[in-house]
């Protein structure tokens, strides 16, 4: 049986990319109100950049929706099923 090789960079970004959707989830569902990159960023301690490339991703496979006029987000259904039910205990996002 061969050993699969890690990809830590791989393995951050998915990291990264759950906590953003835990961060999405948690906020929207407790206050009702949209979460804008800015205060993604801010919040979990990501550069602009990064918090915008995360949360594009999110968008594009529909586990954030835009609300507002696009400025701000709040989680989707895909994403709150994913932390609900599919996530368990895994605290990663693979997104093929």
Known sequence: MAS???DEERERKERERFIVL???YT???HEWSAVTVER???ALALAYDEARAILDLLLLHSYVVPV???TGVVVGKRGA???ERLA???RSLRIR
Do not use: P
Request: hydrophobic share 40%.
């Open 4 to 6: 699969e090789i890690r």
């Open 22 to 24: 835990l961060h999405v």
């Open 27 to 29: 906020v929207t569902a």
């Open 40 to 42: 993604i960023a801010s």
């Open 68 to 70: 507002g006029g696009g």
């Open 81 to 83: 099923e994913y932390i």
């Open 88 to 90: 368990g205990r895994r």
